[in-house]
């Protein structure tokens, strides 16, 4: 499966670079079509596969207006409920020809019944080319349902306003929005279109990341983003987000959705969904620029700090071993 789509400016910051939350969105649909055709094509209850998880995908180059963006699609694994769907992004210049890749991303979709939103039906199962991919593809179904277990524990957390806060302070770039979920938004189910939801969040971390340094902020990366519930049209959801780490050059921005069931349900708020944003900062002519350091006040800021620099720490030594990897 694969689909291309022009950039516009409409797509775009100030500057004319892409924003993350587009290209986000456009991976996930690519996603969803493909594992809701896979999931339907034996006979059996109809189904549309929801989004479940997205690995962790690096923003490898900045993408511009005017440029092609081009999205490919493969299912890699399938267990008995869920769907891993690889996608490729590549931005092409249609004046040049010139081509390059811009995203790798990896989501994990499950089907639920359009009769019974809350029934996970079974998943036809795929052939694999060697037994290793079907062993590789399993090692990989068991980290990330390890980790979402983990993510769903630390989710208590809350973003409270601060008044007065000083410049380059938790405080000073938190920002939230709020937004009623329409029928525009949603899948055949009346639930959010997890493509939706990832460009509200990508929006809110580039507020916060551009309050914090006052220039051109481009997403960098997006850590693993766990939907933990399903948001249903007509709630109105609440999306945060603050710093948590500043590196020379990157800012980590925690960013959480809270979902608000107003019509007909009973039901209190809930988190429905939660990730980590990397930003950078960007020159006039796209050189990377140093990033203010984020000035932390208290325990739990400085705890979050720590954290944060663990996480970027770990990205960075894989990175630089998968450097090594390649020049050998």
């Not at 769907?85 to 390059?100: D, F, P, Y």
Request: with cysteine.
């Amino acid at each position: 499966r694969s689909f291309g789509r022009i950039m516009r400016p409409d797509d775009a910051n100030i500057a004319g670079n892409v924003h993350g939350g587009t290209i986000l969105k456009m991976i996930e649909e690519a996603g969803a079509i493909i594992s809701t055709r896979h999931c339907n094509s034996q006979a059996g209850e109809p189904c549309v596969a929801a989004l479940a998880r997205v690995e962790r995908t690096d923003f490898l180059s900045p993408m511009c207006i005017g440029e092609v963006a081009n999205v490919s699609a493969e299912i890699t694994y399938t267990s008995r409920h869920s769907v891993e769907v690889q996608v490729n992004v590549m931005s092409e210049n249609i004046l040049t020809g010139a081509k390059r890749v811009t995203n790798k991303a990896t989501l994990w979709y499950v089907p639920l019944s359009l009769k019974n939103v809350n029934k996970v039906l079974e998943v036809p199962p795929i052939q694999y080319a060697r037994k290793e991919q079907e062993d590789e593809g399993k090692k990989r179904y068991e980290e990330q349902k390890l980790d979402r277990l983990e993510t769903k524990q630390r989710n208590g957390d809350v973003i409270l306003p601060v008044i007065n806060p000083e410049p380059h302070t938790v405080g000073y770039s938190q920002s939230s929005l709020i937004h009623l979920v329409g029928p525009s938004d949603c899948t055949l189910l009346g639930f959010v279109h997890g493509g939706v939801t990832m460009k509200l969040m990508d929006e809110v971390a580039g507020i916060v990341a551009a309050r914090h340094c006052k220039t051109n902020i481009v997403t960098a990366s997006v850590d693993a983003i766990n939907f933990h519930e399903k948001i249903k049209k007509g709630c109105v959801i609440t999306v945060s987000g603050r710093m948590t780490f500043t590196s020379n050059k990157s800012m980590e921005i925690e960013v959480f959705v809270d979902a608000d069931p107003f019509v007909d349900e009973p039901r209190e708020r809930y988190r429905a969904v939660s990730a980590f944003f990397t930003y950078v900062s960007l020159s006039k002519e796209g050189k990377p620029l140093p990033v203010p350091q984020l000035l932390t006040e208290t325990e739990d800021e400085k705890r979050r700090f720590e954290e944060g620099k663990g996480r970027y720490l770990q990205t960075k030594a894989k990175r630089q071993a998968q450097m090594q990897q390649s020049a050998q």
